[in-house]
């Protein structure tokens, strides 16, 4: 099976635009987490999506959104971006589905750097 | 604030030593997992633990959980430079483990100079 893609993998922003990441996570797998990655905060969940719906979110601003599509695809939007919205941000896909702790665990993309100037 | 705190912060050995890396989390759990970063990519998954197993194997690597102290560690024997990464605890934000939330540590920089 294919793993999970991100696109773009760079991007580079200037304050006061918006952005849209995408993921396309493993083939079968319903579940969709997103976190943001930086040196001083560390890895920090954003949200979590399965069958479209959004089931968990994480402490972040309104300007922070995402979706997910009938095929699992999943986009993040970054609204009116700022210098510390710079970081890496994660798409993780799981087997939700599975039963046992192995639903648990993430697989992870590459990953999409975004720089805000 | 993160779940997990993980110590040290960073380590540096050469070839073929042990490493040995701890992680303390502060709420209950119901699974502990470990997961490899090498330089700003993606992360990758390493071993899960129950949170009612103390102990378990995966080819070098070997994990504890210790749920009265709220820790866990992550031991690589043998390591090899291709070891080279940072490693992260992450816990389940506890209750519900139908959660796709993760709460990462801060991570650990492990260098393995051969």
């Known amino acids: 099976k294919a793993g999970v893609t991100q696109t773009p993998r760079y991007l580079i922003k200037t304050r006061g635009q918006q952005v849209t990441l995408s993921c396309s996570p493993i083939?079968?797998?319903?579940?969709v987490s997103w976190y943001q990655q930086t040196p001083g905060q560390g890895l920090q969940f954003l949200f979590e999506?399965?069958?479209?719906?959004?089931?968990n979110k994480g402490n972040f601003p309104g300007r922070f959104s995402g979706r997910q599509f009938s095929n699992s695809r999943s986009e993040m939007n970054v609204s009116t971006l700022e210098l510390g919205d710079s970081a890496l941000y994660l798409c993780?896909?799981?087997?939700?589905?599975?039963?046992?702790?192995?639903?648990?665990?993430?697989?992870f993309g590459a990953g999409t750097r975004l720089s805000v100037l | 604030s993160q779940q997990g705190e993980e110590d040290p912060q960073a380590l540096s050995i050469q070839e073929g030593e042990n490493a040995t890396m701890n992680c303390s989390y502060k709420?209950?759990?119901?699974?502990l997992q470990w997961y490899r970063q090498n330089s700003g990519r993606g992360l990758v998954h390493l071993i899960l633990?129950?949170?009612?197993?103390r102990e378990k194997h995966s080819g070098r690597l070997r994990v504890t959980l210790d749920t009265s102290k709220k820790s866990s560690s992550l031991l690589i024997t043998a390591s090899r430079a291709a070891d080279t990464a940072s490693y992260f605890c992450?816990?389940?934000?506890?209750?519900?483990?139908?959660?796709?939330?993760?709460?990462f540590g801060q991570g650990t920089t492990l260098q393995v100079k051969p």
């Open positions: 993780a896909s799981s087997p939700r589905d599975l039963g046992g702790a192995a639903k648990n665990i993430q697989y």
């Open positions: 083939s079968g797998h319903r579940s």
């Open positions: 999506y399965f069958s479209e719906t959004q089931r």
């Open positions: 709420t209950s759990i119901n699974n």
């Open positions: 633990i129950r949170s009612n197993e």
């Open positions: 992450a816990t389940d934000a506890g209750g519900s483990s139908n959660t796709g939330k993760l709460i």
